[in-house]
């Protein structure tokens, strides 16, 4: 049964993006055309230019704030401030998962590689800002991103986290090879199985996971 394999599990760990709300919400057009707007007033270039710089960020460096800080050592915290600000007038509070989460055994957090403050907008309107006993935006990694298994270590140092007795829900898979190899147990959060030897279990439906868990 999946639940035996989570029965030395009490720290639990989630992602935001496309994890905790249904990627259908399309948030991430939303941000990343506030990328491409932020990195073309700033930088001075086009839109194609800094579309490409956009997505060969991301792929190069784990999020387009690194590579930002890397190429062009901007300041993280204007960027953070404005990508964000974004419309969620349309996400819906989702009362089940609420209870599923609190009804984990342990302590759980929200590690996301946006901001701490996003992340607290974006779970007050799922309705599960108060079932998380902390979050973590990739200012408090140092602005190092996932899928850096610094980042992750630098995070987990400062909530005291056992890796060996935590469960990590993330819809990137690439962000979830450091947990794996930390010792976590890793779970794939997206509408399509992405076969790999650092994923342990993979769902399309996340409450319906913390169920099979719970219950």
């Not at 590690?111 to 108060?130: D, I, K, M, Q, W």
């Not at 991103?145 to 007795?165: C, G, M, N, T």
């Not at 439906?205 to 219950?215: G, K, N, V």
């Amino acid at each position: 049964m999946i639940k035996s394999r989570f029965s030395h599990i009490n720290h639990w760990v989630f992602d935001l993006d496309n994890t905790l709300y249904h990627p259908s919400a399309r948030l991430f057009d939303q941000i990343e055309l506030r990328m491409s707007n932020w990195v073309m007033k700033t930088l001075k270039v086009d839109r194609s230019q800094a579309d490409r710089m956009r997505r060969e960020y991301w792929a190069t460096y784990g999020t387009t704030l690194a590579g930002l800080m890397r190429e062009h050592d901007i300041d993280p915290a204007p960027y953070l401030t404005d990508v964000h600000d974004i419309d969620l007038s349309h996400l819906e509070a989702d009362a089940e998962l609420a209870a599923q989460i609190s009804a984990l055994p342990g302590r759980k957090i929200v590690y996301t590689n946006g901001s701490a403050p996003y992340a607290e907008r974006v779970l007050e309107a799922r309705g599960l800002l108060g079932r998380f006993d902390a979050i973590y935006g990739v200012e408090n990694a140092g602005f190092m991103p996932k899928p850096e298994r610094a980042a992750f270590e630098r995070i987990f140092a400062r909530d005291s986290l056992p890796p060996e007795s935590a469960a990590m829900f993330e819809d990137d898979p690439r962000n979830l090879a450091a947990p794996h190899d930390m010792g976590m147990q890793t779970v794939h959060v997206a509408p399509d199985a992405v076969p790999a030897p650092h994923i342990h279990h993979h769902t399309n439906d996340l409450t319906a996971f913390l169920t099979r868990l719970t219950q």
